[in-house]
């Protein structure tokens, strides 16, 4: 069966230290694959963006990078900041015919930055 | 001020009564979907529509109905014969085309007792 795997126990880290959250898949040949932030409480928003033919993609302190031999996703935030504390959410992008895309959603890792 | 509203944040009902949340987007977003949140469990996609007046079921559609007779709108209807209808409830809504990024709403928790 389908399966995302994200790290299911919380990362905690110190502030400026670089933060790097795992996606892992299986039984999935997505063409895009989307990281989402999510606060408690409230919907997930949008952050990057990776096709399948891209190695990585950055975005201020943001780098995603994306390995479709290894069915991995990599998502690293630099420079971190107590703000930056939040869920974090990969989600497998497939293209549904008629227009629009179908995500599929792992669980999410909870990030901690401490001061 | 572009976005998705859901109302009411929190929702309470008793077991056995139907509970219809409501969704409204103005981004001019032809695709509009459900999800549903439950704690330690990734987003489970109840319904999608990518059309006015046309929808499909999603991975966990049992229990639930919706209708998307206006493209801004995409209510959502728990059931009495959804068995575990309390969860945190997210729609999203995205434009047409490939790779589009999701915009979500607030969401909505509904709690049935």
């Known amino acids: 069966s389908q399966k995302i795997e994200q790290n299911s126990e919380a990362l905690n880290i110190q502030e400026g230290k670089t933060a790097t959250l795992t996606c892992n898949y299986t039984n999935y040949s997505p063409a895009y694959l989307q990281w989402y932030r999510q606060d408690p409480g409230r919907g997930p928003v949008f952050l990057l963006l990776?096709?399948?033919?891209?190695k990585e993609k950055r975005k201020e302190r943001l780098k995603v990078t994306f390995d479709t031999t290894l069915k991995q996703s990599l998502f690293h935030i630099t420079a971190s900041q107590p703000a930056d504390s939040a869920t974090y959410l990969c989600?497998?992008?497939?293209?549904?015919?008629?227009?629009?895309?179908?995500?599929?959603f792992g669980t999410g890792t909870q990030l901690k930055v401490e001061l | 001020d572009g976005g998705i509203t859901q109302s009411p944040k929190y929702l309470f009902r008793k077991e056995g009564q139907n509970v219809t949340l409501s969704c409204e987007q103005n981004l001019n977003h032809d695709a509009m979907y459900w999800y549903r949140q439950d704690p330690g469990q990734g987003l489970r996609l109840i319904y999608y529509s990518q059309i006015v007046n046309d929808f499909q079921k999603g991975d966990i559609a049992e229990g639930y109905s919706v209708s998307r007779e206006k493209k801004e709108s995409f209510p959502l209807t728990v059931t009495s014969a959804q068995k575990n209808p309390t969860a945190f409830y997210l729609c999203a809504s995205s434009g047409q085309g490939r790779s589009y990024e999701q915009y979500f709403g607030p969401g909505t928790r509904l709690t049935v007792t």
């Open positions: 989600a497998l992008d497939i293209d549904l015919t008629g227009g629009g895309n179908k995500l599929t």
């Open positions: 990776i096709r399948e033919n891209e």
